[in-house]
C-alpha cells in the first residue's frame, strides 16, 4: 500500500538506512581531522619523575660503558699492542784518562785524620749505592708442581738471582740462569717490591748457562712498574785488582744478601765452547750454589756471580763472569735471537808453540762438542782454524769476534789445516751456526 506521494513503507524503511550509511560514511571520511586536545603543560610532578627516569638511564648507560671499558682493556691492549722495540745494551765506553799533573809542580800529600765518623758516612754511602742497585736485582723460581707454589714453605735452593734489564714495551725482561728451567712447570719472578708474576721463556744459551725470561707489563702493578729500576751494566774491562765492589742478590744462599770487599784478580778466565771468558775474583764469601752480581762504587753491575766457574781453591769466594763478555750475548737474547753457536773448546797456538811444534798459527780445537753444528761439518779435534769466512784467525779472541758477527742458521766457511802422514794439509768446511738452547 502506499500514500498519495507513492512511497510505500518498505520504501521507507531503505531511506532511512540509505541515510544512516551516508552519515557513518561522512563520519570515517573526516575522521582524520579528529584530534584529542592534550595539555601541552605536565604538572611539575611529572616533569620531575621524567628528569629521574632519565638520568636513572644516563647512569646505568655509564656503568654499562665502565664495565665493558675494563673489561675488555686487557684484550685490546693484547690486540692493538704496538710491536716489540728492540733491546740495545750500550757498547763500553773507552777509559778516560785522568787529568795529570803539570811538569815542574809537585804536591806534597795531605794525610788526613779518619775517625768513626768517617768510616760511618763511607758505609753509609756504600749502603745507599747498593740499595739503588737492588731495585734491579729479581728472584727467579722455577716451580716443580703445580701446587708447590702454595706452599709458603716452598724449596728455596730452587731459585736463582736475576737482572731487570730493560722492557720491549711489552715485556719486563729479566736476565738470569738457565739451571732454573730444569723440571720447572712454570716460573715466577720476585721484583724488589716483593710482588711475584709469572713469567715465560724469551731465550736460552745453554753454553754459557744464561737466560732471558718475560713477564707481561700489562698484568703487572703500577707500584711494581715505579719502584724497580733498570739495571746499567758497566765496563768492566776497567775493573783494577784492590778495587771495592758490592755483592747483591743470593751469594749467601739466600735472597736480599749484601756484601762488600775488594776484586782480587781479573787476570783468570774460563774456557766456554767458541771462546774464552774473563772472570772476577773477589774475598766475598758465598756459598757453593751462590747466585747474584756484583756492583762497582758507581752503582753499576760489572759481574754476573756464578760459582760453577770457581775453582776448588776459592768455591766459598764470589767469582764471576766479567759482564763486558756478556753484553752481545744479552742483547741477543733479550731480542729473541739465538746465540751463534758453533761448538769447539780452542786454544791460542802461541808463536813460541808454532815455532816448536812447527804448528800453523791459528786456533787449536782441543775437542768438539757432541751433536754440535761444528761435529756435523767434520771438524775434529787437533784441527787448527786459519780462517773463519773472510776473516784470518790468529787467535781465539779473532774467532771469537768473528762469530758475534754472524747470525744462528747462516752458512759459514772456515778453512783450517789437519796433520796427516806427510804434515799439515789444507782443510775446508761449510758450517751452518746454531744455537745452544
Given amino acids: 500500500m502506499s500514500d498519495e506521494h507513492g512511497i510505500t513503507p518498505q520504501d521507507d524503511k531503505n531511506v532511512g538506512k540509505e541515510s544512516i550509511q551516508s552519515e557513518s560514511e561522512e563520519q570515517k571520511e573526516f575522521s582524520f581531522l579528529q584530534e584529542t586536545i592534550k595539555d601541552e603543560q605536565p604538572s611539575g610532578k611529572r616533569t620531575f619523575y621524567r628528569i629521574i627516569k632519565v638520568s636513572g638511564f644516563g647512569v646505568v648507560f655509564g656503568l654499562a660503558a ?138 736460552a744459551d745453554e753454553n754459557l748457562g744464561l737466560v732471558v725470561v718475560s713477564v707481561e707489563k700489562n698484568k703487572m702493578k703500577k707500584n711494581t712498574l715505579s719502584s724497580i729500576e733498570e739495571a746499567v751494566l758497566g765496563n768492566s774491562n776497567l775493573l783494577a785488582k784492590g778495587e771495592a765492589v758490592i755483592a747483591l742478590g743470593k751469594h749467601f744462599g739466600y735472597s736480599g744478601s749484601m756484601g762488600y770487599g775488594v776484586v782480587s784478580s781479573t787476570r783468570n778466565s774460563v774456557m766456554r765452547a767458541d771462546g774464552v771468558y774473563s772472570i772476577i775474583s773477589t774475598d766475598i764469601s758465598a756459598v757453593l750454589n751462590g747466585t747474584g752480581v756484583l756492583v762497582n762504587l758507581k752503582g753499576e753491575i760489572v759481574g754476573l756471580i756464578d760459582q760453577t766457574i770457581s775453582g776448588e781453591d776459592s768455591m766459598n769466594l764470589v767469582t764471576a763472569y766479567a759482564i763486558s763478555d756478556l753484553k752481545d750475548w744479552i742483547e741477543r737474547l733479550s731480542n729473541g735471537k739465538g746465540v751463534p753457536y758453533i761448538g769447539i773448546v780452542g786454544a791460542d797456538i802461541t808463536e813460541a808453540a808454532a815455532k816448536e811444534q812447527d804448528m800453523p798459527e791459528g786456533v787449536y780445537v782441543k775437542e768438539v762438542n757432541p751433536d754440535s753444528p761444528a761435529m756435523n761439518a767434520g771438524i775434529k779435534s787437533g784441527d787448527i782454524i786459519t780462517s773463519f769466512k773472510d776473516t784470518d784467525i790468529t787467535s781465539l779472541s779473532v774467532y771469537q769476534s768473528a762469530l758475534k758477527e754472524c747470525q744462528t742458521e747462516e752458512k759459514v766457511k772456515i778453512k783450517g789445516k789437519r796433520l796427516g802422514p806427510e804434515g799439515y794439509v789444507d782443510i775446508s768446511f761449510e758450517v751452518t751456526i746454531g744455537s745452544k738452547e
Fill in 66 to 203: 665502565c664495565i665493558a671499558f675494563y673489561a675488555l682493556k686487557p684484550w685490546a691492549e693484547t690486540k692493538f699492542q704496538k710491536d716489540p722495540s728492540e733491546i740495545v745494551i750500550p757498547k763500553d765506553s773507552e777509559e778516560e784518562e785522568e787529568p795529570g799533573q803539570e811538569e815542574g809542580t809537585e804536591e806534597e800529600p795531605v794525610q788526613q785524620e779518619l775517625t768513626i765518623e768517617n768510616y760511618r758516612e763511607m758505609h753509609n754511602q756504600l749502603y745507599d749505592v747498593a740499595s739503588t742497585a737492588n731495585k734491579s736485582i729479581v728472584e727467579v723460581t722455577g716451580i716443580l708442581e703445580d701446587d708447590s707454589w702454595m706452599d709458603t714453605a716452598y724449596d728455596n735452593n730452587n731459585s736463582v738471582s736475576g737482572i731487570y734489564i730493560g722492557d720491549n714495551g711489552q715485556e719486563t725482561l729479566v736476565l738470569t740462569y738457565s739451571s732454573i728451567l730444569k723440571d720447572a712447570e712454570s716460573i715466577k719472578v720476585t721484583f724488589s717490591d716483593n710482588q711475584t708474576y709469572t713469567a715465560k721463556i724469551k731465550k
